[in-house]
């Protein structure tokens, strides 16, 4: 399967010169880096989140190999919806599906299905895309999405199926875990509940990030794919995670009544 870019001229610019000075504009060149093994990085428009998202990636060392997770924000068929094979269209250039690395997960959890169409129209993993073309042009992904009735155990079995398959790979692989943090909340609302998870985050704590969105209601989109990230992060060694950046859409447009949160994160040994 060729899938096509879904949101170029939406959530970013269509145009290949266009893209790279957008993004430009967003990461830093010159920033210290460190090998990670994990980042966790937003989805919204590259006006309101492209920032953060530069920001954290330009923090770490790339790999060749990154595993994508990130929510459906549209009812899919597909409980955990992993593309096999194919490639991924966006303005600066094919990206192809690790099909490797995606069997050795499929290998690891019955749960895991191949479903291209899950992936068709979700922009939360292709926003990531860009970010990543613009370092490194030699990329192969694996894309996986999560439907919003996912429960813990699943995230737990991802998790470790993604670890698995990594050691078994033996080479260095990159989990990006793709979030916003709370939706259409007060400024200080936002800040409020985003950091409640963030502080489960910097804990690498996976089943408290869960039950802390869950109890306290946080509208942060991807905190299943951010669990089962951690959950994997942990089983490959990591031992603590560095906010980057924090914002919100009001930092961006000066309404403070209304916002998004995002948020940058990497994970590290």
Not at 138 to 161: H, Q, R
Not at 211 to 237: D, R
Request: with cysteine; charged share 25%; net charge negative.
């Amino acid at each position: 399967m060729r899938r096509k870019s879904s949101v170029a001229g939406y959530f970013y610019p269509s145009r290949t010169k266009d893209l790279r000075k957008t993004i430009e504009r967003m990461v830093d060149s010159e920033a210290e880096r460190e090998k990670a093994v994990c980042v966790i990085s937003p989805h919204a428009g590259f006006e309101y989140s492209g920032s953060v998202a530069g920001a954290v990636f330009s923090s770490v060392y790339l790999p060749n190999k990154f595993v994508i997770l990130g929510p459906s924000h549209k009812n899919v068929a597909t409980n955990l919806a992993i593309m096999k094979e194919g490639i991924w269209e966006t303005p600066l250039g094919d990206v192809p599906v690790d099909t490797r690395l995606s069997k050795l997960i499929m290998k690891h959890s019955a749960l895991i299905t191949e479903d291209d169409k899950a992936h068709s129209h979700e922009h939360s993993l292709e926003v990531q895309l860009p970010f990543i073309q613009y370092f490194k042009s030699d990329i192969s992904i694996v894309p996986i999405i999560i439907a919003f009735y996912s429960s813990l155990e699943d995230m737990n079995e991802l998790g470790k199926a993604i670890s698995k398959a990594i050691k078994e790979l033996g080479e260095e692989v990159m989990i990006v875990a793709s979030t916003d943090m709370s939706h259409y909340v007060s400024q200080e609302v936002a800040k409020k509940k985003d950091f409640s998870a963030i502080e489960k985050i910097m804990t690498l704590d996976a089943e408290g990030l869960y039950s802390v969105v869950k109890i306290e209601e946080i509208s942060m989109c991807g905190f299943q794919p951010t669990t089962a990230a951690l959950v994997a992060s942990k089983e490959l060694g990591a031992k603590k995670a560095e906010l980057i950046k924090y914002q919100t859409s009001g930092d961006i447009t000066g309404n403070n009544l209304e916002v998004v949160g995002y948020a940058g994160i990497r994970i590290v040994k």
